[in-house]
């Protein structure tokens, strides 16, 4: 009879043992599950705040992590997954908007913003979301006249191709057909002085006039000209 109820006592206690490790999570096992679900986006990428040069991206994820985005000509080939994970990294907070401000952008320039979401887990938004943006023409100051011409203001600097660009295709002002000034208009401009009080910024400024390879400049502030290879990045102001 003794060895019976200690028979019985030892496997009431084995049962309860073997209860508490599953209820605690013991036997082998870690208790938790591995989190494998990607980051949801409960505010899709949006834009706000656009200028000539800048604009600024609002998205909002279900969880902390890292953002990326990667801004590109919109006539260029849409972006995968892994070449936006390469481009720039701003910090996520779970159902907090996030806002990085996006710079270095051409003027008057459709634009993709691509962007994907990483948690902390490594876990990657496998679809990549985009928005699309047009930089502004932002001026600086009024038009001029000098002679039979008239200057828009200048705009950031670009390079010579984009600059030429602008100029020839946009409509600037509600008025189409504007181009380049020729190094010999900017000397003028220069010396004339028309410009000053205007608020430009007065420094070297694209011409249309080539030089074997390269392209003239003049600086506005000092009247010295210069000559320029095409992607260096220099001021703009178109005359019609």
Same mark, same amino acid.
């Given at each position: 009879?003794?060895?019976?109820?200690?028979?019985?006592? @030892?496997?009431?206690?084995?049962?309860?043992?073997?209860?508490?490790?599953?209820?605690?999570?013991?036997?082998?096992?870690?208790? &938790? !599950?591995?989190?494998?679900?990607?980051?949801?986006?409960?505010?899709?990428?949006?834009?706000?705040?656009?200028?000539? @040069?800048?604009?600024?991206?609002? $998205?909002?994820?279900?969880?902390?992590?890292?953002?990326?985005?990667?801004?590109?000509?919109?006539?260029? =080939?849409?972006?995968?997954? =892994?070449?936006?994970?390469?481009?720039? &990294?701003?910090?996520?907070?779970?159902?907090?908007?996030?806002?990085?401000?996006?710079? *270095?952008?051409?003027?008057?320039? /459709?634009?993709?913003?691509?962007? $994907?979401?990483?948690?902390?887990?490594?876990?990657?938004?496998?679809?990549?979301?985009?928005?699309?943006?047009?930089?502004? /023409?932002?001026?600086?100051?009024?038009? #001029?006249?000098?002679?039979?011409?008239?200057?828009? /203001? $200048?705009?950031?600097?670009?390079?010579?191709?984009?600059?030429?660009?602008?100029?020839? +295709?946009? +409509?600037?002002? *509600?008025?189409?057909?504007?181009?380049?000034?020729?190094?010999?208009?900017?000397?003028?401009?220069?010396?004339?002085?028309?410009?000053?009080?205007? *608020?430009?910024?007065?420094?070297? @400024?694209?011409?249309?006039? /080539?030089?074997?390879?390269?392209?003239?400049?003049?600086?506005?502030?000092? *009247?010295? $000209?210069? !000559?320029?290879?095409?992607?260096?990045?220099?001021? #703009? &102001?178109?005359?019609?």
């Amino acid at each position: 009879m003794k060895n019976l109820i200690k028979k019985y006592l @030892t496997s009431a206690a084995l049962v309860f043992a073997v209860a508490i490790l599953t209820a605690c999570g013991g036997g082998g096992s870690s208790g &938790s !599950t591995p989190d494998t679900t990607a980051p949801i986006t409960t505010a899709a990428p949006a834009v706000s705040a656009t200028t000539d @040069t800048a604009t600024t991206l609002a $998205v909002t994820v279900n969880e902390n992590g890292t953002g990326y985005y990667l801004a590109q000509p919109a006539a260029a =080939a849409p972006a995968t997954q =892994a070449q936006v994970l390469l481009g720039t &990294s701003f910090t996520l907070t779970a159902n907090v908007p996030a806002t990085p401000t996006i710079t *270095g952008l051409t003027f008057n320039t /459709p634009y993709t913003i691509y962007f $994907v979401a990483k948690d902390a887990a490594n876990n990657v938004q496998a679809a990549v979301q985009n928005v699309a943006v047009t930089t502004a /023409p932002t001026t600086t100051a009024g038009y #001029v006249t000098q002679g039979s011409l008239t200057w828009m /203001p $200048v705009t950031s600097t670009d390079t010579w191709t984009n600059a030429n660009t602008y100029c020839t +295709t946009s +409509t600037i002002n *509600g008025v189409t057909g504007w181009r380049m000034p020729t190094r010999l208009e900017l000397s003028v401009l220069y010396t004339i002085g028309a410009m000053n009080g205007q *608020g430009w910024t007065l420094n070297y @400024t694209w011409s249309s006039t /080539p030089f074997v390879a390269n392209y003239y400049s003049v600086s506005l502030g000092n *009247g010295l $000209v210069n !000559t320029n290879a095409d992607a260096t990045p220099l001021y #703009v &102001s178109c005359v019609h």
